[in-house]
């Protein structure tokens, strides 16, 4: 009989960036983070990325520590060392649907900060003194969104905008926003954290991987959910402030596609900032009977919502479809128009997959209220 094959493992931790709490390291991943010993960080990262459970045992010897299987099996129970998961169709399936790509990991971001001269301790005292500049910001740029504020930009509002550069603004917009979260958890004493690119139902989205958040205080969980809105819309005061001195009408024509972002954010009912500012409020004051009146409402918009974003997915799966059987029947228009019936067929897809999330996690939240609401009565 053929002996089963030796599971490969993975090391996590290799490569981390690393935050020192005391006699405690906090190991931050792309994914995730980690509270360990100064001990078990060390061994961690003088650890082999992957590889079978013999390299690792080699690797703990060679490290001079007695009794490396004792050693090798606490590291799996506490997942500084896991199973490698196999590359499969279901995993596949799930990197397509949701894409986990790095941009900016908190690493270079350390460096930069360094270069700059800024230490991280002095981060919390920097984004609170943001806050006004950011609300000059955001008042701004929401007037010149509504169509008055070109009003205190003459010069600009009489330019020509370019579309290249509108967009680079606003993916720099984008980057300074997920910075903002970087910054504020690193304010927070949970470190600098990895920005990173995937899609959200049929949106292309920034994320900063905030794991850890749940431990902290509301007003820390309140900073971080909004460090995003700060950074940027003091951004957006700079470019509104640029835009009236030079008369640069890309800045502000920026402006507003920055400001139709920010409020499509702020919208609770997607799984963006709003969607978590709202929920990290409630996780907190949950036990409090008119917040649990308000989440009912809140539940109720949300599946209300879910059901209409199902039937929009629903409306453009018609519409690629008969694309598709138009590119059935005259093959050349593939070369003209074939891109978009591959790219909403994937965005479609998503979608779908997204919207079916959505209602069981409204499920699941249905299920918790009103268990929670018998409990406290």
Known sequence: MAEAASPTYENPLRGAYSVRKGEQVLAITDTSCYNLPE?????????????????????????????????????????????????????????????????????????????????TSGLNRAMKLLIWPALMGIAWGAWLLAGGGYKLLPAAAAGHANGLAILLITFAASLVHELGHSFAAASSGIGLRPIGFSVYLIYPVFYTNVSGIDKLG???????????????????????GFAAVSGNASAAEAVRWIMGIVLFNLNPLFRTDGYWLYKDTYSELKHNRLMRAVHYVYLTAFMLFSAYFLWFVFIRLGRIWGEAILMLKTPSYFFSGGYRIVLGAYFIFVGLSGGVRRFQEGRDEWRELIGLSKSVK
């Open 39 to 119: 001990a078990t960080a060390w061994l961690a990262e003088n650890l082999p990325a992957a590889g079978e459970k013999k390299t690792y045992l080699a690797a703990l010897a060679g490290l001079g520590l007695n009794d490396p299987e004792k050693i090798f099996n606490k590291l799996l129970a506490i997942e500084a060392l896991r199973v490698k998961e196999a590359h499969s169709w279901k995993s596949g399936l799930k990197a397509l649907v949701s894409p986990k790509i790095r941009l900016l990991p908190a690493q270079v971001q350390d460096k930069a900060l360094l270069f700059l001269g800024i230490k």
């Open 218 to 240: 509301l007003k820390e969980k309140v900073l971080i959910d909004t460090g995003g809105f700060i950074l940027q819309s003091a951004f957006v005061l700079l470019l509104l």
